[in-house]
Antibody, heavy 117, light 106 residues
Framework: EVQLVESGGGLVRPGGSLTLSCAATGFSFSNYWMTWVRQAPRQGLEWVANIDQDGNIKYYADSLRGRFTISRDNAKNSLYLQMNGLRAGDTAIYYC??????????WGQGALVTVSS | SYELTQPPSVSVTPGQTVRITCSGHELGDKYVSWYQQKSGQSPVLVIFQDTKRPSGIPERLSGSNSGNTATLTIRGTQSLDEADYYCQAWDSRAVGFGGGTKLTVL
């Protein structure tokens, strides 16, 4: 059974940093692109970033490039999202999703990030 | 990112057919996927590559894509179909999501 479990969310002050993790089980992690998608409270889905199987190709939403970094560790079957310079507008549930390009077939339960003073 | 436009809401009576549209520049040249998200839950893929259904998705959900518009059609709508629906497409190096359509089953 495919499972994606996000962790690392929480409350952070504006300007702070946070790193999210996504632990993958039930499939061959190293064979898939992976993606982060976020959803602000009562808003729609917003693509954040994705990464290829080897971690060599990374794409970011224009509005986030430079502050967020996606990475992966295939030996640990894990995906990461490092977030710096956090703002109130970054408050959202962050989902990781398996990506058999060009769609997302399995999603995690999400990690809530709240940016507030 | 790639811009996709959906109507904010649609409503349907049980048993009827409802269509949710998604428009974008030359969308017919790209693969479109659709996701269903029920309140408090993670999104679920219901249509991929324009017309394909993942295992477990009922046949009464179908998709099409041509020109600048993709359409999700739900036939014989049931109360359990009430949810937010999002279209998605990949354009070169960017992924786009539609703003979402809230489906209300009256």
């Amino acid at each position: 059974e495919v499972q994606l479990v996000e962790s690392g969310g929480g409350l952070v002050r504006p300007g702070g940093s946070l790193t999210l993790s996504c632990a993958a089980t039930g499939f061959s992690f190293s064979n898939y692109w992976m993606t982060w998608v976020r959803q602000a409270p009562r808003q729609g889905l917003e693509w954040v970033a994705n990464i290829d199987q080897d971690g060599n190709i990374k794409y970011y939403a224009d509005s986030l490039r430079g502050r967020f970094t996606i990475s992966r560790d295939n030996a640990k079957n894990s995906l990461y999202l490092q977030m710096n310079g956090l703002r109130a507008g970054d408050t959202a549930i962050y989902y990781c999703a398996r990506t058999p390009h060009p769609h997302f077939d399995f999603w995690g339960q999400g990690a809530l990030v709240t940016v507030s003073s | 990112s790639y811009e996709l436009t959906q109507p904010p809401s649609v409503s349907v009576t049980p048993g009827q057919t409802v269509r949710i549209t998604c428009s974008g520049h030359e969308l017919g040249d790209k693969y479109v996927s659709w996701y269903q998200q029920k309140s408090g839950q993670s999104p679920v893929l219901v249509i991929f590559q324009d017309t394909k259904r993942p295992s477990g998705i009922p046949e009464r959900l179908s998709g099409s894509n041509s020109g600048n518009t993709a359409t999700l059609t739900i036939r014989g709508t049931q109360s359990l179909d009430e949810a937010d629906y999002y279209c998605q497409a990949w354009d070169s190096r960017a992924v786009g999501f539609g703003g979402g359509t809230k489906l209300t089953v009256l």
